[in-house]
């Protein structure tokens, strides 16, 4: 089965700091992974994937993510948070069909 | 392309009633999820389409929930009865060619039970 672990449902930085969001998965073949992103009252939007290819993937808003096979994660960084990154995120997988598996989310807090 | 649409954005019902929450995808789009999000467990898959099929159903939790997609342009995810436990946040999203590509989802649809 396949599912996906997100360490800390709240995390909180200050502005012009370094965000890590931690992402852990499990599956028996290997997955597809994706980062979306959930303002308040908005669906989710996504911020990048990863399906081959290099395993550093950037995307939207400066926000990167990779992919390391070894630790099973694929956690999400950027190198100086802003306030409009206040948000809630969502590591998400494909591996078997095409189900995509979210994991339970992490709020981001962001102070000035 | 004006994005998913789900229909109403905010239901208020009386335990009992029969809910329909609608959902127009993407025009072109091959696959539709609907997934229901609660504080308590997330983000949930209820079950997804492909090419108005559905495919898989394990995450509807109970026989009073049925969904339906009679063509490429319309879904629909029915409760009934409804119940309390119910309340939650209802999200449609759709995509191109499933697991590669990015599932565009719907503002949703704030459901309360009372």
């Known amino acids: 089965a396949q599912s996906v672990t997100q360490l800390g449902s709240h995390v909180s930085v200050s502005e012009g700091a370094l965000v890590l969001l931690r992402c852990n998965y499990s599956?028996?073949?290997?997955?597809?992974l994706f980062w979306y992103v959930q303002y308040p009252n908005q669906g989710l939007q996504l911020l990048l994937k990863?399906?081959?290819?290099?395993?550093l993937v950037k995307g939207i808003n400066g926000f990167e993510a990779e992919f390391k096979k070894s630790e099973t994660s694929f956690h999400l960084t950027k190198p100086s948070a802003h306030m409009s990154d206040a948000a809630e995120y969502f590591c998400?997988?494909?591996?078997?069909?095409?189900?995509?598996?979210f994991g339970t989310g992490t709020r981001l807090a962001v102070r000035p | 392309d004006a994005g998913v649409i789900q229909s109403p954005r905010h239901e208020v019902t009386e335990m009992g009633q029969e809910v329909t929450l609608r959902c127009k995808p993407i025009?072109?789009?091959?696959?539709l999820f609907w997934y229901r999000q609660t504080m308590m467990r997330g983000l949930e898959l209820l079950i997804y389409?492909?090419?108005?099929?559905?495919?898989?159903d394990s995450g509807m939790p109970e026989d009073r929930f049925s969904a339906k997609m009679p063509n490429a342009s319309f879904s629909t995810l029915k409760i009934q009865p409804s119940e309390p436990r119910d309340s939650a946040v209802y999200f449609c999203?759709?995509?191109?060619?499933?697991?590669?590509?990015?599932?565009?989802f719907g503002q949703g649809t704030r459901l309360t039970v009372v």
């Open positions: 389409f492909n090419n108005n099929v559905p495919i898989d």
């Open positions: 999203a759709s995509s191109l060619n499933g697991r590669l590509s990015e599932a565009f």
């Open positions: 990863y399906t081959t290819g290099a395993t």
């Open positions: 998400a997988l494909v591996s078997s069909g095409d189900k995509l598996t």
């Open positions: 599956s028996s073949v290997p997955p597809y």
């Open positions: 025009s072109g789009h091959d696959y």
